[in-house]
C-alpha cells in the first residue's frame, strides 16, 4: 500500500530559528517527490519537485533532501519567519505522468515572535 | 502567478441547493483534472478524476450522483454537489497536471458552507 508519512504533525517554532520536516514513504513505482506548503483556506503551493536521482533542491530558504535508498526526504527552514506558517504537505507520485499522488498527512507549523 | 483558477474560493448555501465550483487551467491544456476534498486540519483526499471527453473517475465511497463532475473543455472541469447537505460543508481543491512536466498545480480551493 501507497503510503506517505510525514513528522511531527504540529511544531511551533520562534521566529529566525530554523526547522527540519520530515517525510517517509512507502510508494512504488516511485516517480518523483514534491513539498507543497498550503496556508490555512488556500490552496498548496509548489516549494520544491525531486525525482528520483535528485539528492537535494533549494527554493530560498527551503531546502529540501531525498534519500531514495531509505525512502526519506526531509524540508529544511532557515531563519523562519512569521509567514512561515502554514501546513507542509509531502507529495509522492507514482506513475509516469506524475499524475498519481499519495499524500502526506502533513506537518503544522506555526512561527512565534 | 497562478496556472489553475479555481472559482468561488467560497461559498454558502442552504440545505437542498446545489453549487457549481469550476477549475480552469489558465494556459495550458489538461486532459486530467484532480478534485479534492480537504476536511479542517487533514490532508488532501481524492475524490475524483475528471476527464476531458469521458466520465470522470470515482475513489471508493464518493457518490457519483452527489459530486457531478464535467470536464467540459481542455481547460476547465466543473464539481457541482448536487441536494447539498451540512455535511458537505468542507474545502474543495482542484489540481491539474501539466503536460509534459511533472509538476501538479492546486487551485486556489472553495470553502463551502452548507446551512
Known amino acids: 500500500k501507497n503510503q506517505v508519512e510525514q513528522s511531527p504533525q504540529s511544531l511551533i517554532i520562534l521566529e529566525g530559528k530554523n526547522c527540519t520536516l520530515q517525510?517517509?514513504?512507502?510508494?512504488?513505482?516511485?516517480?518523483?517527490l514534491r513539498w507543497y506548503k498550503q496556508d490555512t483556506g488556500r490552496g498548496p503551493v509548489s516549494l520544491t519537485i525531486?525525482?528520483?536521482?535528485?539528492n537535494t533542491k533549494s527554493n530560498g530558504r527551503y531546502t529540501a533532501t531525498l534519500d531514495a535508498d531509505t525512502k526519506q526526504s526531509s524540508l529544511h527552514i532557515t531563519a523562519s519567519q512569521l509567514s512561515d506558517s502554514a501546513s507542509y504537505i509531502c507529495?509522492?507520485?507514482?506513475?509516469?505522468?506524475?499524475?498519481?499522488?499519495?499524500f502526506g498527512g502533513g506537518t503544522r507549523l506555526m512561527v512565534k515572535p | 502567478g497562478a496556472v489553475v483558477s479555481q472559482h468561488p474560493s467560497r461559498v454558502i448555501c442552504k440545505s437542498g441547493t446545489s453549487v457549481k465550483i469550476e477549475c480552469r487551467s489558465l494556459?495550458?491544456?489538461?486532459?486530467?483534472m484532480f478534485w479534492y476534498r480537504q476536511f479542517p486540519k487533514q490532508s488532501l483526499m481524492l475524490m475524483a478524476t475528471?476527464?476531458?471527453?469521458?466520465?470522470?473517475?470515482?475513489e471508493q465511497g464518493v457518490e457519483k450522483d452527489k459530486f457531478l463532475i464535467n470536464h467540459a473543455s481542455l481547460t476547465l472541469s466543473t464539481l457541482t454537489v448536487t441536494s447539498a447537505h451540512p455535511e458537505d460543508s468542507s474545502f474543495y481543491i482542484c489540481?491539474?497536471?501539466?503536460?509534459?512536466?511533472?509538476?501538479?498545480?492546486f487551485g486556489q480551493g472553495t470553502r463551502l458552507t452548507v446551512v
Open positions: 517525510c517517509n514513504y512507502t510508494v512504488s513505482p516511485f516517480s518523483n
Open positions: 494556459d495550458f491544456q489538461a486532459t486530467t
Open positions: 489540481s491539474a497536471p501539466r503536460g509534459g512536466r511533472t509538476e501538479a498545480f
Open positions: 507529495v509522492v507520485s507514482h506513475n509516469n505522468a506524475g499524475n498519481m499522488l499519495t
Open positions: 475528471s476527464n476531458e471527453g469521458s466520465k470522470a473517475t470515482y
Open positions: 525531486m525525482t528520483f536521482s535528485e
